[in-house]
């Protein structure tokens, strides 16, 4: 059984950075692709970044250049530090795990999902 808690999120103003992070329990954590995805109310899940098990990372457009994603294997824990927030993305930020070979930007891919942190961005 793996577990992802995600920790980090609160207020923030416009223009603010913000670290996420997601700690896992279970086995093989350091065997997936882990993902961060974010949901503003009356939204669909949006793809926000993925690093793969070997450390390559993917970010969506709207985030590249400000956002950075990594990991810790050692500590079974990964992080998105999130740089320049803007207002109009206030969320729900959720980790997720997926097979380094499903990891993809379709969070129907992911089989393991932490509860998600709220992050509020004011301006």
């Known amino acids: 059984q793996v577990q992802l808690v995600e920790s980090g999120g609160g207020l923030v103003q416009a223009g603010d950075s913000l670290r996420l992070s997601c700690a896992t329990s279970g086995r093989s954590f350091s065997d997936y692709a882990m993902g961060w995805f974010r949901q503003a109310p009356g939204k669909e899940r949006e793809f926000v970044s993925v690093i793969w098990a070997g450390g390559q990372p993917y970010y969506a457009d709207s985030v590249k250049g400000r956002f950075t994603i990594f990991r810790d294997n050692a500590k079974n824990s990964v992080y998105l530090q999130m740089n320049f927030l803007k207002v109009k993305k206030t969320a729900i930020y959720y980790c997720?795990?997926?097979?380094?070979?499903?990891?993809?930007?379709?969070?129907?891919?992911?089989?393991?999902w932490g509860q998600g942190t709220q992050v509020t961005v004011s301006s």
């Open positions: 997720a795990g997926a097979s380094s070979y499903h990891a993809s930007r379709d969070p129907r891919n992911y089989v393991h």
